[in-house]
């Protein structure tokens, strides 16, 4: 309970909340690196996931290669990559896009995959072309599982970006890893206070994403098939199937 | 009744494998001190300890080949743990000797200690030895014979092109460098009395940290080849100083407390035999041939004892 105290006294103590190395100026660069991270995962991984639950192909060759990349673990290539490539931000951010794609990845196909077969076919009896039933059809309908893989990334993304402090970054693994040669526990605890925080903060705000983006159809829906575990006459109603502009 | 069985099947379970670790434990001596009965020292046999890193454990295998070689019975139990283990091992008759180095022996027998020259910290250790340290070690029972010139030190570095554009050779010269300094180190460097503060309060030098948590490790090498940093903190008998023709800079104000490798022994089986023997393998135990020993330990992958059995035989004991 001690070393809680001295932890919350840390934080509470004004002079680590202003210049360079404080929880401000921390905080930013933690989510910085965090929003540069998803930014370059979800550039890769989307369309990879897209395509994939689009077409069916190519899940055999994808799928088990990102998840054996998952399991290098994150520092040990941090480290092997700054030996290439020195101390800059590159090594953490590749090392870091490496753990966000995967779930990423999953998300976009698994969502396409998961809709109905039903609409796809009706999709395309009434006259979509392939991309249009990617974008009109599938992806919205598939939103809320691609936000879930993005949310699912960005979790694993905050609370590892802190081994990145083993180079010279900033970020919030800064308080981490200053903090354990000095034996100053409390830095060490309130850093971790603050990176737990800052997750659950984010996974709060995805979730509310998550629930935006689900479309009307699929939530009213859903709600029906878990209150009476029967199909819901919303999902048959075919006034949300149509485009708009049929 | 269902959970107050469960429980019991749990609890023989934690039981059974608590017992089985155990007996795996003493049964393939995984713990060096364990099996250590009768050996006591009274037989007349010197068990030589050392700290759980390469470097040590190969000093320690010199010390007991030297003996042997000697003719004194010797016993090596490498790679402890930690200074306060192998330090209660020595004061509880488990090993009568180990390899140390004089200034972080003196930090931990007397934290106080300020000095930092090879001499001045060699004798504070001598004191602080006979004194018992604060009672980790028994009072009179122990002692440091000669110290080696050999180091293992913190040190500042930079490369060989650094060094001849700025005319840099010692830490004094820093001041005159235009431009900025950036040190590689760990990330305590940033508070440490030998760190960045030290270069400002004891050089004049305005330098900041580029923390790299590695000890001077590959990272903390590269950043400096390729002009990320200016200097870099390297362990002095890191053989990578001479493989990338890394210059160390002269600490003439003794910022950087020395670190001499020295024996330290347990009185009473210090007999005048032992101490000569051990006094001639201090006298030639140099940084370069910490360095060169340690290059076979990690380039090469050779075993401590194999190195140090090389060595002995190299040097004529």
């Known amino acids: ?161 802190t081994v990145a402090a083993f180079l010279p970054l900033g970020g919030l693994g800064r308080f981490l890893y200053d903090a354990l040669p000095n034996e ?47 199909q819901s006459p919303t999902r048959k109603d075919p006034s949300w199937l149509a485009p708009e502009k049929a | 009744m269902a959970r107050t069985r469960k429980g019991v099947i749990a609890a023989a379970g934690a039981l059974s494998l608590a017992a ?68 209660a091992a020595l004061k509880n008759d488990e090993i009568q000797l180990v390899p140390e180095y004089t200034g972080n022996l003196l930090q931990f027998l007397d934290s106080t200690s300020k000095v930092s020259s090879s001499d001045e910290v060699y004798s504070a250790l001598q004191t602080a030895v006979k004194n018992g340290g604060g009672g980790k070690l028994d009072a009179g029972k122990a002692e440091v014979l000669d110290q080696a010139p050999g180091q293992d030190a913190d040190s500042y570095n930079v490369t060989k092109k650094f060094s001849d554009d700025n005319h840099v050779t010692s830490l004094a010269d820093l001041k005159n460098v235009k431009g900025e300094l950036k040190v590689a180190a760990n990330p305590e460097f940033a508070t440490r009395p030998y760190g960045i503060p030290g270069l400002k309060s004891t050089y004049g030098v305005s330098a900041t940290l580029t923390p790299i948590n590695d000890s001077g490790g590959a990272n903390t090498l590269k950043a400096l080849l390729d002009g990320s940093v200016q200097l870099a903190d390297i362990y002095s008998s890191d053989p990578s100083i001479a493989k990338n023709n890394l210059v160390t800079l002269a600490d003439p104000q003794h910022l950087i407390a020395a670190q001499n490798v020295v024996p330290l022994i347990s009185s009473k089986v210090a007999s005048a035999k032992v101490k000569d023997t051990l006094n001639k393998v201090s006298a030639k135990l140099t940084t370069d041939q910490l360095s060169d020993m340690l290059k076979k330990s990690y380039n090469d992958k050779e075993a401590s004892d194999q190195i140090a059995k090389e060595w002995v035989k190299a040097n004529g004991f």
């Open chain 1, 1 to 161: 309970m001690n070393s809680y105290s001295q932890a919350f006294a840390w934080l509470a103590d004004p002079a680590h909340w202003s210049g360079a190395t404080g929880v401000p100026q921390r905080l930013l660069e933690h989510l910085g690196y965090t929003g540069l991270t998803l930014i370059v995962a979800i550039a890769i991984g989307l369309p990879v996931g897209l395509l994939i639950g689009h077409t069916g192909r190519g899940r055999e060759v994808v799928v088990p290669f990102t998840g054996a990349l998952r399991a290098l673990p994150t520092l040990g290539l941090v480290i092997l990559l700054a030996l290439g490539l020195g101390i800059g931000i590159l090594p953490p951010l590749i090392a870091l896009v490496i753990l966000a794609l995967p779930p990423i990845i999953a998300g976009a196909y698994s969502g396409v995959e998961s809709v109905d077969r039903e609409v796809v076919d009706a999709a395309r009896s009434v006259g979509f072309t392939g991309s249009g039933v990617l974008w009109q059809v599938e992806v919205p309908l598939a939103l809320p599982l691609i936000v879930g893989g993005i949310r699912s990334a960005c979790l694993q993304v905050i609370a590892t970006w």
């Open chain 1, 184 to 230: 100053d526990y409390a830095q060490l605890l309130a850093g971790s206070i603050l990176v737990i925080v800052l997750a659950l903060l984010v996974d709060g705000l995805f979730a509310l994403v998550q629930r935006l983006v689900t479309p009307r159809g699929v939530l009213a829906g859903r709600t029906a098939d878990i209150r009476t575990k029967t």
């Open chain 2, 20 to 87: 089985l670790v155990l007996t795996g434990c003493a049964g393939n001596n995984g713990n060096p001190l364990s099996n250590d009965s009768g050996s006591k020292g009274s037989s007349g046999t010197i068990t030589v300890g050392s700290a759980a890193f390469p470097e040590n454990a190969i000093l320690a295998y010199i010390y007991a080949d030297a003996l042997s070689d000697a003719g004194v019975k010797t016993d090596v139990k490498a790679n402890i743990g930690q200074r306060d283990r192998y330090i």
